[in-house]
């Protein structure tokens, strides 16, 4: 593994045992050379190198002193591919040209500024359109623990990046799950702010889309997340302050979730993580929450935005999943989006009455295992014809519709040997509870495994049998 974790790096680097030239060359080195993943679409180039060479001087004039003020100095970052970045192309997955300024996104300086570098930019559906990471801009991102399926989506190549060791964390986007289910299905940490804790810009009409972390751990999930949090003139909706943490941490009242279809496999292992938290104390009991058409209402939602946003003319350049969610927009009446924003305002209220019974909510993360690479879910949501893109996904877009902080942990490996997800959703503005609970559930529970060698070392090969081809 090149990278080793914020902490871990730091250490290095404090110590003088590695520089963060050294550091910076041999992720760089890594992800062109065994970036048999596909988590990558640019990689970066004499820029990193050059803050590379501004942070050891820093560090040989300050010491350990340096990372008093710059608490990422050499940590390598990656960006997902539909933010911003001055210094690296921005395609956001799409044949379509990127007419934005070549600038970086409010998160990407609020990185750079707290000395992160920049290493590339990760993979992403068209303009992060699917639950998956497959599109025409890149082959689709896979699974490190199993190379035919995939990584999720659609943060999936900064998830990959992440557990494959070829960047200390990564920065992602979740409009409808988007952070939670690649860390999820790639054995890592993903973390969903509030809504507008982190500024988005340009900001989503449709009002879903988050920007987060992406770790090996949720301590650097969480360094990762305070580093970009804070009001920001380009997002009027930024700026949300937290919410008092309850007195007593030590018992906590959770209400548990399963959703309907939710895996054997997926339920033996998050059954684990749901024990821990009884045997830390805390009152754990089944909840269920109802909201009646919730799905097409969230269809509609992020319909109605995708067709606004796009041309007839622009139709052949567009992913062909994509272009079938257009086409469904174009069908919407005003009076129908109004409609399912009468569904999220009644979800609002719905779980709203549900947190002021409980602390905090939890679940599996996503109650299916990884499916092939180059789907957009499981068989049965497969077919893009029938809008079902994120209906395998019940535990993620609810809690974009209602704005709450929620992050995914690994919780073990099923008996095929994937990592299975558990996440823990707060109140809105109770990040720093769902994180420091998060915390104390990762310190309770067996380590994952690294992802085989093997698989992140050598071509990889498709369900075909085909060698996967690399685009960078």
């Known amino acids: 593994m090149t990278a080793r974790g914020i902490r871990r790096t730091k250490e290095l680097l404090s110590r003088r045992e590695l520089t963060v030239v050294e550091h910076v060359q041999d992720v760089l080195t890594a992800i062109r050379e065994r970036d048999h993943l596909d988590a990558y679409v640019a990689v970066a180039g004499d820029e990193a190198l050059r803050a590379a060479e501004q942070a050891d001087a820093r560090i040989r004039e300050r010491g350990r002193e340096a990372w008093w003020d710059l608490p990422l100095l050499g940590v390598t970052v990656s960006v997902k591919d539909l933010l911003q970045t001055r210094d690296l192309p921005t395609t956001r997955g799409s044949l379509l040209p990127n007419g934005r300024p070549a600038q970086d996104a409010p998160a990407v300086a609020r990185l750079r500024a707290a000395g992160a570098i920049v290493v590339g930019k990760t993979t992403t559906s068209e303009f992060g359109w699917s639950a998956s990471t497959v599109g025409r801009v890149a082959p689709p991102t896979r699974n490190p623990y199993d190379p035919r399926l995939t990584a999720g989506g659609s943060s999936g190549g900064a998830a990959a990046a992440v557990a494959a060791g070829l960047c200390e964390g990564s ?17 890592v940490v993903g973390y969903k702010p509030s809504f507008g804790r982190v500024p988005y810009y340009p900001n989503g009409a449709d009002r879903l889309a988050h920007q987060g972390p992406i770790a090996a751990s949720v301590a650097d999930a969480a360094l990762l997340g305070q580093v970009i949090a804070g009001p920001h003139p380009t997002d009027p909706d930024s700026g949300l302050g937290s919410l008092d943490s309850p007195r007593d941490m030590r018992s906590l009242r959770i209400g548990w979730i399963e959703y309907e279809g939710t895996d054997p496999e997926i339920r033996r292992v998050t059954e684990a993580a749901r024990d821990v938290l ?112 994120l209906a395998w996904a019940p535990a993620s877009y609810p809690y974009n519709m209602t704005g709450q902080p929620a992050a995914s942990l690994p919780a073990g490996l099923t008996s095929s040997g994937l990592p299975a997800g558990v996440q823990l959703v707060g109140p809105v ?18 380590p994952l495994p690294h992802p085989p060698a093997a698989h992140l070392t050598h071509a990889s090969t498709g369900p075909t049998g085909t060698t996967a081809e690399r685009t960078i």
Do not use: K
Request: with cysteine; hydrophobic share 45%.
């Open 171 to 187: 920065l992602g986007t979740d409009g409808s799950g988007s952070i939670r289910i690649p860390a999820a299905f790639c054995g």
């Open 278 to 389: 009884v045997d830390e104390g805390h009152l754990v009991e089944e909840v269920e929450v109802r909201c009646n058409n919730l799905y097409p209402a969230v269809v509609d939602i992020l319909a109605a935005t995708e067709a606004a946003g796009t041309r007839p003319e622009d139709e052949e350049l567009i992913d062909s999943g994509r272009l079938h969610v257009v086409r469904h927009g174009r069908t919407l009446s005003g009076v129908a989006v109004i409609q399912a924003e009468e569904i999220r305002q009644n979800l609002r209220a719905t779980l709203r009455s549900v947190m002021d019974n409980y602390d905090l909510l939890a679940m599996a993360t996503v109650p299916v295992e990884p499916f092939e690479a180059d789907a957009i879910g499981p068989d049965w949501a497969a077919d893009v014809r029938d809008l079902l893109w």
């Open 429 to 446: 503005g109770a990040d720093d509870l769902v994180l420091t609970v998060a915390r104390r559930l990762e310190a309770m529970l067996a």
